[in-house]
C-alpha cells in the first residue's frame, strides 16, 4: 500500500490506484503528520508509561519525582535466563531461607521464626555477597534481603546452603510496597547499595528514593536506625540528597565518606568506569 504523502497527493476521491480511499485518506497532510507521529510516541511510550490524554501529538509534562509511581511499581524483575540449577535452587532452597511477608510486617516474620533480634532490609542484593558479609558482621541483626532479579537471587540461596550465617532471610517482593506495608518503628536499618540509577530525565520518577519511599522508610525505621543509599551515578546522590532533606525526620550523617562493606559487582563496574561511588547515611531521629 502507498503511504499517506502518496495517497494524499491523490485526485479529491480516488487513491493512487484509482480505487476509493481508504479510512483515514485524503486527510490534511498536516493532521496526517500529526497522527503518525503523535500517535506513535504513545504507541512506543513503554509498558510502565499511562496513556497519553489529550489530542493527538500533545505531550505530558514530566512527572514529580517524588510522586508514588504510576500503578505503584518501582521495582522491576531485571531479564535474564535462569538455569535449570538456578531454578532448583529457587524451588528447593527459597521455601527454607523465605521471609514471611503477611501483615503485619515485620510482626509476621518474628512470629514465624521466634527471632526477637533488630530487622535490616537489604534492598536489591544482586547475587547476596554483601549482604551474606552484613549479616556475618552483625550477628545481632536479622536480616531480610529483597531480590527480584531470579539468577541474582539463587546463587544467594546456593551460598546460604553451603555456609550460612544462621540470620539472613529472603524475598522475592517490591521492596517500595514492603517498605510501605512495614509496621512504625519495626526496622532498625534500610540499606539500598546501587540501585538503577534510571539515568535518562523522562526516567526520573522511577527512581527508587523518592520523598514517598524518604517518608514510608522514616515511619519504618526506629528512632537511631539508619537509612544507608550508595550510587555511583552523582546525579542519582544529588537526587537522594534532595529527596531525603524533606524528610525532617531522616538526618544526613556520613559526610558522603565510604561505608564498610564489600564492593559489589556494579560498585566494581562504576569504578571500571571512572565514575565516583558516593555512600549516603541517614539517621532517625
Known amino acids: 500500500m502507498p503511504r499517506n504523502r502518496d495517497v494524499i497527493a491523490s485526485p479529491p476521491g480516488t487513491s493512487a490506484g484509482g480505487q476509493a480511499p481508504p479510512i483515514g485518506v485524503g486527510i490534511l497532510p498536516q493532521v496526517a503528520r500529526q497522527f503518525r507521529f ?84 537489604d534492598i536489591g542484593v544482586g547475587t547476596g555477597e554483601a549482604t551474606v558479609a552484613w549479616a556475618r558482621d552483625r550477628p545481632d541483626l536479622l536480616v531480610v534481603a529483597l531480590e527480584l532479579h531470579r539468577p541474582g537471587l539463587a546463587r544467594l540461596l546456593d551460598d546460604l546452603e553451603a555456609d550460612d550465617p544462621g540470620n539472613v532471610r529472603v524475598a522475592e517482593a517490591d521492596a517500595h510496597a514492603l517498605v510501605h506495608r512495614c509496621q512504625p518503628g519495626a526496622l532498625t536499618a534500610v540499606r539500598l547499595l546501587f540501585p538503577d540509577p534510571w539515568p535518562k530525565r523522562r526516567h526520573v520518577g522511577r527512581r527508587m528514593v523518592d520523598r514517598a519511599f524518604a517518608a514510608a522508610v522514616a515511619d519504618a525505621l526506629a528512632p537511631g536506625g539508619e537509612l544507608h543509599v550508595a550510587t ?45 561511588i558516593t555512600d549516603l547515611v541517614w539517621a532517625r531521629r
Do not use: C, N, Q
Open 38 to 121: 503523535g500517535m506513535g510516541r504513545t504507541a512506543h511510550a513503554g509498558r510502565s508509561d499511562p496513556p497519553r490524554p489529550g489530542r493527538l501529538g500533545a505531550v505530558t509534562p514530566a512527572p514529580d519525582p517524588g510522586a508514588p509511581p504510576v500503578g505503584g511499581v518501582r521495582t522491576t524483575r531485571r531479564r535474564g535466563r535462569t538455569s535449570a540449577a538456578k531454578e532448583a535452587a529457587l524451588r528447593d532452597l527459597l521455601p527454607r531461607f523465605a521471609a514471611p511477608l503477611d501483615d503485619p510486617w515485620p510482626a509476621s516474620l518474628r512470629s514465624a521464626l521466634d527471632d526477637d533480634r533488630p530487622i535490616a532490609l
Open 232 to 276: 555511583d551515578w552523582d546525579d542519582y546522590a544529588e537526587h537522594a540528597r534532595s529527596m531525603v532533606a524533606a524528610e525532617p525526620r531522616l538526618v544526613a550523617r556520613s559526610g558522603d565518606r565510604r561505608v564498610d562493606r564489600p564492593t559489589t559487582a556494579y560498585e566494581a563496574r562504576g569504578l571500571a568506569a571512572g565514575r565516583r
